[in-house]
T-cell receptor, first 114, second 117 residues
Framework: AQSVTQLGSHVSVSEGALVLLRCNYSSSVPPYLFWYVQYPNQGLQLLLKYTTGATLVKGINGFEAEFKKSETSFHLTKPSAHMSDAAEYFCAVSAPGGGNKLTFGTGTQLKVEL | GAVVSQHPSRVICKSGTSVKIECRSL??????MFWYRQFPKQSLMLMATSNEGSKATYEQGVEKDKFLINHASLTLSTLTVTSAHPEDSSFYICSALLNRPSTDTQYFGPGTRLTVL
């Protein structure tokens, strides 16, 4: 069984500031990890994913995430927030060989202020 | 690449009627598609896995007779909400699985907002 915990349902940052969205997972096998972004009334867009190999993953729009096995974490970061980054962010996990089913966290709403 | 569309984007129907939602992978073939439901301010809940040419696999607690899924081709899956009731009002999102050598990845449609009066 897998689960995902996203700490902080709402995060607010100033434009230009560091963005840090937290994600911790629980999985009985080495997981695949994903970050998706959702804009209002839209579907989800894949930001980045980790499967194997390099633990620091770079995605679109300047986002990156680091897989830390010892901490069971996959936090999402961006050095400098932009107004257009305001959206809902979901962390998700799947198990290799698990039928590609995704288990989502509850989401973090990112607000970017001037 | 990897674009998934849904139609309609919004639908309003009367209680007791049926509504069909289409999910299409526009630039790739998908033997597997997924249907999710999202309540306001909440995460996505997987309803079922749609497999081309075979019966869908439903998650626990999802009524298969109420949410009919048909995956008749490699680019189209449909979700029919039968005898809809106000409690079925929700945001329905589909995804299509793109098979890659490294890992398979789900690409999501823009969602369908269903309102049952």
């Amino acid at each position: 069984a897998q689960s995902v915990t996203q700490l902080g349902s709402h995060v607010s940052v100033s434009e230009g500031a560091l963005v840090l969205l937290r994600c911790n997972y629980s999985s009985s096998v080495p997981p695949y990890l994903f970050w998706y972004v959702q804009y209002p009334n839209q579907g989800l867009q894949l930001l980045l994913k980790y499967t194997t190999g390099a633990t620091l993953v770079k995605g679109i729009n300047g986002f990156e995430a680091e897989f830390k096995k010892s901490e069971t974490s996959f936090h999402l970061t961006k050095p400098s927030a932009h107004m257009s980054d305001a959206a809902e962010y979901f962390c998700a996990v799947s198990a290799p060989g698990g039928g590609n089913k995704l288990t989502f966290g509850t989401g973090t709403q990112l607000k970017v202020e001037l | 690449g990897a674009v998934v569309s849904q139609h309609p984007s919004r639908v309003i129907c009367k209680s007791g009627t049926s509504v069909k939602i289409e999910c299409r992978s526009l630039d790739f073939q998908a033997t597997t598609m997924f249907w999710y439901r999202q309540f306001p301010k909440q995460s996505l809940m997987l309803m079922a896995t749609s497999n081309e040419g075979s019966k869908a696999t439903y998650e626990q607690g999802v009524e298969k007779d109420k949410f009919l899924i048909n995956h008749a081709s490699l680019t189209l899956s449909t979700l029919t909400v039968t005898s809809a009731h106000p409690e079925d009002s929700s945001f329905y999102i589909c995804s299509a699985l793109l098979n890659r050598p490294s890992t398979d990845t789900q690409y999501f449609g823009p969602g369908t907002r269903l309102t049952v009066l």
